[in-house]
């Protein structure tokens, strides 16, 4: 009974951390899109804005693969069940 519900527990908790990763895909359109702004009012600094605007998004991104990591983990490897 006590497995059944630390995976059940590990299920929910691992489409919460899946939740996590819309953040990073909102984030990463409204800075391309203020990205494409910005270059267009500054073409002359395209570099510039087209390296920042990288940077960012790469950033953002790896807070959707960390609650991707922790997904797998509470599915595949269940570090709860050995506590029982």
């Known amino acids: 009974m006590e497995r059944a519900i630390v ?3 590990s ?3 691992a489409g919460i951390a899946l939740i996590a990763g819309v ?3 909102v984030g990463q359109g409204f800075a391309a899109g203020k990205a494409c ?3 267009g009012r500054q073409p002359e600094a ?3 804005i087209r390296t920042m605007m990288l940077t960012g ?3 953002a991104e790896s807070t959707g693969i960390y609650s991707f990591v922790i997904a797998l ?3 595949l ?3 709860l069940v050995g506590l029982l």
Do not use: R, T, Y
Request: hydrophobic share 60%; aromatic share 0%; with cysteine.
């Open 73 to 75: 983990i509470l599915v």
């Open 77 to 79: 490897m269940n570090p």
């Open 57 to 59: 998004c790469a950033l």
């Open 46 to 48: 395209a570099s510039q």
């Open 11 to 13: 299920a929910i908790g």
């Open 7 to 9: 995976l059940a527990a």
């Open 23 to 25: 953040g990073p895909g």
């Open 37 to 39: 702004e910005a270059v």
